[in-house]
């Protein structure tokens, strides 16, 4: 596709650590090239997810000097939350939130963690895409119940490359393109994961092995908000939500995520989590959760 590509990432912005959600603006980082601000910032296409269905999905407010931003996570142990490295690589803090539906009130469910202590990929590159993905290591463990649970990882024995698959993404992306904040409660869209070549069509010269695409047919996918959140298959955690094109997210290109069986060894050299040879030796620091699909 002969076509200058302006890419974004998911994440979005706002200009004070005590949060104004109907307030929330986004930012546009210098090392994005935008040539058209025509943004749709939500989960696109999909539907709120029912009250604490998806206990592994974590709200991160991350805290720069002059302001702050909102992305999504996963919790993968009790004391360690993935994420994207362009949400939180040069911020001072971040509140952690877990067991959260309506990220606009306190529930009972809620656990608010804060933590200045995190890893970014050694080999992160914001201008070409790569190993867009870091830890969050929390200073309090999570208590795990209903509202709070882990996400397995694939096994090292994981080779597919999902494509075909039906997966799920999820976030508190704006749920309008009219809103002016992200959507208070949680929402998930099922997307189907492309081949890399699929995706290398539309992001030319952008796209390797350490990613996976799910395709935006229909305009269903991740958006502004959603950076570093979940994209699941069969129980497992296979994507970390990173960018789109800047045309907007209801135009059917790809959105793109860091493939997470890539980066298994990287994990478990930076946190504490064991990831074994098969999928029957996965192991966390307790048990996964386990979505009906």
């Not at 509140?95 to 009972?108: D, F, R, S, T």
Request: hydrophobic content about 35%; proline content about 3%.
């Amino acid at each position: 596709m002969n076509v200058v590509v302006s890419i974004v990432f998911f994440a979005i912005s706002t200009q004070a650590f005590t949060i104004d959600w109907f307030k929330i603006k986004r930012s546009d980082p210098q090392f994005i090239l935008q040539f058209l601000k025509n943004h749709h910032d939500k989960i696109v296409g999909g539907e709120e997810a029912e009250p604490h269905s998806i206990p592994y999905q974590v709200g991160l407010i991350i805290s720069y000097n002059e302001y702050s931003s909102f992305c999504g996570g996963s919790l993968i142990s009790e004391n360690t939350v993935l994420t994207a490295a362009h949400c939180i690589n040069g911020s001072s803090n971040f509140q952690v939130i877990l067991g959260a539906h309506n990220i606009n009130l306190w529930e009972e469910s809620q656990q608010l963690i804060t933590s200045n202590n995190y890893t970014v990929h050694e080999k992160w590159d914001q201008n070409t895409l790569q190993n867009d993905i870091a830890l969050i290591h929390l200073p309090t463990s999570a208590k795990l119940n209903e509202y709070v649970q882990i996400i397995r990882l694939p096994s090292r024995s994981e080779t597919s490359d999902f494509a075909g698959k039906r997966a799920r993404v999820s976030g508190w992306g704006k749920a309008s393109d009219s809103a002016t904040g992200i959507s208070p409660t949680l929402r998930f869209v099922n997307v189907v994961v492309t081949t890399n070549e699929f995706c290398e069509y539309w992001y030319k010269g952008y796209i390797t092995e350490i990613h996976i695409c799910t395709d935006g047919g229909g305009g269903y996918g991740a958006c502004g908000g959603d950076s570093g959140g979940p994209l699941v298959l069969y129980e497992q955690l296979i994507g970390v939500a990173s960018f789109s094109v800047s045309l907007g997210c209801e135009v059917d290109w790809p959105s793109g995520y860091q493939r997470v069986t890539s980066h298994l060894d990287w994990i478990e050299d930076n946190s504490d989590v064991v990831i074994g040879i098969s999928s029957t030796t996965t192991t966390t620091t307790s048990t996964p959760y386990s979505y009906n699909k």
